[in-house]
């Protein structure tokens, strides 16, 4: 896909992956709609308005039915178009089967697939349009193994890669690919909960590379697979090969 003039919705596009991604799209002539809950960090904005980049960015919390069609209309009011649905948006949900917060499940489900699901019926139709478009879902490495405490998170980001397959094979005549990212352990705040020793042992124990992941390498394979025309229904996973080990 020839990305000059695209238009890519990018939700939890403010920070992390989501925010990686959109600047590095935008530096390919893609314009970007960013959704987040809170406002956009000054950072980021200074980087889009420094490469002279199009963006809007759209405040909305999608875990809400509403929300999802909402955002989505925005960004073909602003721009006239959808070419690149990212899901970037998401949260912990921390708990075991004993001790998850009901409501902890019930919110896992509506940020992480529910979303999904109600974001790709309100886009999908404008990609239908020029017969052409890529979805990219963000799932995890925590949903291709057990995890200890982290039931709701590992199940709904389990999810993920068969959401990806069976859409992508829905939608491939409409020339729509849908591809999945799983990330390992990637640097962003959404590890700021981890201690130094849990740090340390990620890269001594559990990660082959020995080193944490950069918001960069996911990006570099997100761009990769919206670019790619003749990959769909697959997920990457990106983990240092913390997830293909077995001691």
Not at 30 to 50: H, I, P, T, W
Not at 95 to 114: C, E, M, P, Q, R
Not at 198 to 210: F, G, K
Request: glycine share 8%; hydrophobic share 45%; net charge neutral.
């Amino acid at each position: 896909m020839d990305l000059t003039n695209k238009v890519a919705l990018i939700t939890g596009g403010t920070h992390g992956i989501g925010a990686q991604a959109a600047l590095q799209l935008a530096s390919e002539g893609v314009k970007v709609c960013l959704v987040a809950r809170n406002n956009m960090e000054s950072g980021l904005k200074e980087q889009l308005d420094e490469m002279g980049a199009e963006y809007e960015f759209v405040a909305a919390d999608l875990s809400k039915l509403t929300d999802c069609g909402v955002v989505v209309e925005r960004a073909f009011q602003r721009f006239g178009q959808i070419d690149i649905l990212i899901h970037s948006a998401g949260g912990a949900a921390p708990g075991n089967l004993l001790s998850v917060a009901n409501d902890t499940w019930y919110k896992a489900f509506d940020i992480h697939l529910h979303a999904i699901f109600h974001l790709c019926k309100a886009a999908v139709p404008y990609m239908r349009k020029s017969q052409a478009g890529a979805i990219i879902l963000i799932s995890s490495a925590a949903g291709l193994r057990g995890v200890k405490n982290a039931l709701a998170y590992a199940v709904v980001k389990g999810a993920i890669p068969q959401f990806t397959r069976a859409l992508a094979f829905e939608l491939s005549e409409q020339n729509i690919r849908v591809n999945c990212i799983s990330p390992g352990v990637i640097r962003t705040r959404f590890q700021d909960f981890l201690t130094k020793e849990q740090v340390q042992n990620n890269i001594d124990n559990r990660i082959p590379l020995r080193r944490e992941g950069a918001v960069e390498d996911v990006a570099d394979a997100i761009t990769m697979l919206i670019k790619n025309q003749f990959i769909t229904g697959e997920n990457i996973v990106i983990d240092g090969g913390m997830s293909m080990r077995i001691v």
